[in-house]
């Protein structure tokens, strides 16, 4: 049992056939949730879970959940999502999944049933790019979000989530919130730099920061950009600037885990010699510690009220989305470090930078992650890397740790 071991070359035959649905320049994937390309990739990976004779689930939003029925009890599961950004690259999210199956299939073939069933859960909407917020499908799984609420939201190209899913025929019947697994590990490319400027391979996530996404929205005048005084003005775009700005020198202020990100503006009318009239700018204010978040956000919110008076325009905030940080079950994190040693690779206890669907099935279960290194810590970028040599490093560790949390051992 200890020597067991995954089929490398298999699991990157999957992650490769995967990506040549919705390829772009670079080498990576646009996978926007429920879209026509989203549909293929659901559909070639519940072909792979039926080829391995797992039982398919599908719920009201459209999470898949494959099941390999061995064993008894509430199964320990694994699991991530398929859509991607819409610069994304072939891991982020696809790993988690494809190792999985990868890990169940080495089961099957070494004649190893363990004592619990084994599920595969594929999570719609995790990115949050197309319908807000992220890890929307977990989030809904474990009845943190309304079915109702969910099923109404609209993507940023229009259409109602609900029709989607019917559109693409993934709008299943199994209720939510689903049962809890017995446990609930994710395997996850790390999308950050540390793993690789330390020189570490593997990193047993810890948790995973608190997020505040906000929309804001700045309302000026618009007028000739030649005939307007500059004290006459209601710019939109100086108290854009002054914001973004502002949320850096934050970032750099707090220290430790805090980080800001400005990613998205719009301006109206976006005219070279025209005065602004409108603009709307996405708030990503992250920490690790809910009280520094929350400071951070009273410290946004003022600032944005005072450079509004001073320029004379009118602000509206919309949240996006919210989640407080997350700690991980100590018993799966100890699980997870035991098998990263014990395979001899060395390992980091960290937390996650980026949100995960593992935050939401926290929530319900004993819930860990496994981090393997991103080349040049780059991910939703078209040049995402991790060797072939840490994705089996990174699967093997999945394989144990499932078979771990099925046993006695963690009752």
């Known amino acids: 049992m200890e020597k067991l071991k995954i089929n490398g070359s298999r699991l990157m035959d999957r992650i490769m056939s995967l990506a040549e649905i919705s390829p772009i320049e670079g080498g990576g994937n646009c996978r926007l949730a429920l879209t026509d390309d989203d549909k293929a990739g659901r559909d070639l990976v519940v072909t792979w879970m039926k080829d391995l004779g797992m039982e398919i689930s599908i719920d009201v939003v459209g999470n898949i959940v494959g099941t390999w029925n061995v064993g008894s009890g509430s199964p320990v599961m694994t699991g991530s999502h398929i859509d991607t950004v819409r610069t994304g690259g072939k891991y982020d999210g696809n790993y988690g999944v494809l190792a999985g199956l990868e890990v169940i299939e080495t089961l099957q073939q070494s004649g190893i049933k363990p004592s619990r069933p084994l599920a595969v859960g594929v999570f719609t909407d995790e990115e949050g790019a197309r319908f807000a917020p992220d890890m929307l499908g977990s989030l809904v799984y ?79 005048q618009s007028n000739h ?39 998205k503006i719009d301006v109206h009318p976006n005219l070279i010699n025209v005065v602004a009239a409108k603009v709307t700018m996405t708030l990503d204010v992250r920490n690790t510690d809910e009280s520094l978040l929350q400071a951070a956000e009273k410290e946004i919110a003022s600032f944005i009220v005072e450079i509004a008076n001073r320029e004379k325009v009118i602000t509206s905030v919309r949240t996006l989305a919210r989640f407080e940080p997350v700690k991980f079950d100590q018993r799966v994190i100890d699980i997870v470090h035991h098998h990263a040693t014990d395979q001899g690779n060395s390992v980091q206890m960290m937390p996650s930078g980026a949100g995960h669907d593992a935050q939401m099935l926290a929530r319900v279960c004993p819930t860990a992650m496994i981090f393997t290194q991103s080349k040049d810590g780059l991910s939703h970028n078209p040049a995402e890397y991790t060797s072939p040599e840490d994705l089996e490093a990174g699967a093997n560790i999945l394989l144990h740790t499932m078979l771990t949390l099925t046993s006695t051992e963690f009752a």
């Open 142 to 220: 474990v009845g943190g979000l309304s079915v109702e609420d969910a099923l109404d939201i609209r993507a940023i190209d229009g259409p109602r989530l609900g029709d989607e899913l019917n559109r693409i025929g993934y709008a299943g019947n199994t209720p939510c919130p689903q049962q809890a697994p017995h446990a609930f590990v994710e395997l996850h490319i790390e999308q950050g730099p540390l793993l690789e400027a330390n020189g570490i391979r593997i990193g047993a996530v810890t948790g995973v920061q608190g997020i505040s996404w906000q929309e804001l929205t700045i309302t000026g």
């Open 225 to 263: 950009a030649g005939t307007t005084p500059m004290r006459l003005r209601k710019d939109p775009v100086v108290v854009a600037a002054e914001v973004a700005k502002f949320l850096h020198d934050l970032a750099i202020r707090y220290g430790g885990d805090q980080v800001c990100t400005v990613g």
